[in-house]
């Protein structure tokens, strides 16, 4: 069973919908994580109405003895003068005085005294209870309209009861758009209390599932391709994870929804591991459905996008090589299909990324990017860089002190703002620019100083 808060009143679909795709952020759920504004000891529920059960008891016992307010140092007797003190201009300004948000009370609890909403909802639980059996259809449609209303008034238990309890009753394949549609909910209501990470793995597990029913992907395959992501070069995993998803690949009418979804689960995925957290492969999960949402994307946009994407889930992973590969992929997507705009962005991605190859010093990699611009048009600033990254690689001093003076030359056609200059047409700053040549001029001079 799901054990969250009985009532978060930070909660609400207002700032978070856990009805729609989640703006999930790779290694930074813990940020997302709602533990911190909410007291989450689990509570006697106050009504033991639950779902799949049709019985109630008498409310539990809705007296509050710790209602006290620091900031304003002030101790309230009940549950509604505490309310609608938290939400005074009063409070407020001596909340920012404290300079820190004022806990829920750890024996706040919402009853069904309190709110009509929340009896009006337990009610029409039981109401949907009884007609499981009897009429399964009405009684789907309903539990799906309650788990809306219980969210929206600030209930994550009794949500996720109910989810769970939809879950259950539509395993049919009649019933898969809002079977899938639970689970989505679901996960993503335990994403918001992710500090516990039962609710995470359980989380994770909701939407990996529904990502695998939707694109019909073989769990074990899955698994296959993510273990790859440790000893393969990025484009053989771009090869391989193509293979998962290749039937989906002329169906434009469902990409776009998918493209959401596996991003939505690469971020899922893609998270610092936890100490309690005892299988690996967890972040290679999260590249392997970045390489979903770049095949899955209908548009080169799109495609270079999610590319880049990848490359950057790599980089925090610390995988510098296959960082560099990510980003030169991202170029080649725009100089093989791009527009004309698009394959000037795209071979600027390819030169900086020449760039980043000579500062870490792969040589091999920079050969091959240098070949691969070499039957590209002729920009000044674009020949420059691969003049410097050959007499790099060849350490031919000779011609490093011959760049020296056309870094000179360089720096003028970029104060004059020279249209020739790819770095002009693709439209970047003046301040860019000149970092850029101040990156040349560090490579050149290190490489003197060997």
């Known amino acids: 069973m799901t054990l969250l808060p009985l009532n978060d009143p930070t909660l609400g679909a207002s700032n978070i919908n856990i009805f729609l795709p989640l703006d999930l952020v790779p290694f930074g759920l813990e940020k997302l994580d709602r533990s911190g504004l909410v007291n989450l000891k689990i509570l006697p529920s106050p009504v033991a109405t639950t779902v799949g059960g049709a019985g109630t ?6 007296k509050v003895n710790d209602l006290y307010c620091k ?9 509604a003068t505490w309310q609608n003190h938290i939400k005074s201009a009063k409070h407020i300004a001596n909340q920012k005085k404290a300079g820190k948000v004022q806990p829920i009370p750890q024996t706040q609890k919402i009853t069904v005294e309190d709110d009509p909403l929340i009896v009006d909802a337990l009610f029409k639980i039981e109401q949907a209870n009884k007609k499981k059996v009897s009429d399964p259809d009405t009684a789907t449609s309903e539990y799906w309209e309650i788990s809306k209303v219980l969210y929206h008034l600030q209930q994550p238990q009794k949500t996720a009861d109910v989810l769970e ?24 209501l335990l994403c918001l209390y992710n500090k516990d990470f039962g609710n995470l793995s359980k989380a994770r597990q ?30 053989t995993l771009l090869s391989e994870s193509r293979k998962l998803v290749t039937k989906y690949l002329a169906d434009n009418s469902k990409r776009s929804d998918l493209v959401r979804l596996v991003l939505e689960t690469s971020s899922l995925f893609a998270q610092n591991k936890r100490p309690e957290e005892k299988e690996e492969g967890g972040q290679n999960i999260g590249i392997v ?5 770049v095949h899955l994307s209908a548009s080169v946009e799109m495609k270079q996008k999610n590319m880049g994407r990848v490359g950057e889930l790599f980089r925090i992973m610390g995988s510098v090589h296959r960082t560099l590969d990510a980003r030169l992929l991202k170029g080649e997507l725009g100089l093989d299909c791009g527009t004309s705009e698009q394959l000037k962005e795209s071979l600027w991605d390819v030169a900086d990324t020449l ?13 091959i990017i240098e070949e691969r611009l070499g039957n590209i048009g002729s920009y000044p600033d674009l020949e420059l860089i691969m003049e410097i990254s050959e007499a790099i690689r060849l350490l031919d001093v000779d011609r490093l ?25 693709v439209g970047f700053s003046r301040e860019y620019q000149l970092d850029i040549l101040q990156r040349m001029r560090t490579l050149v001079a290190a490489c003197q100083d060997l």
């Not at 900031?71 to 549950?79: A, D, I, R, V």
């Not at 073989?218 to 273990?227: D, K, P, R, S, T």
């Not at 459905?289 to 949402?293: D, I, S």
């Open 165 to 188: 309890e939809l879950i259950q009753l539509t395993t049919d394949l009649k019933w898969k758009d809002t079977h899938h549609s639970a689970k989505l909910a679901l996960s993503r």
């Open 289 to 293: 459905m970045g390489f979903l949402a």
């Open 401 to 425: 002190k011959t760049q020296v003076s056309k870094l000179g030359y360089m720096g003028l056609l970029v104060s004059v703002g020279d249209e020739d200059l790819l770095m002009n047409q």
């Open 57 to 62: 008891t008498k409310p539990a016992d809705s």
């Open 71 to 79: 900031p304003c140092k002030k101790k309230f007797s009940n549950e």
């Open 206 to 235: 909701l939407m990996l599932d529904t990502v695998e029913v939707q694109l019909s992907i073989c769990h074990l395959e899955l698994l296959n391709v993510a273990q790859q992501c440790d000893r393969e070069d990025v484009a």
């Open 355 to 367: 760039l980043v190859t000579l500062e870490a010093e792969d040589y091999v990699r920079a050969k």
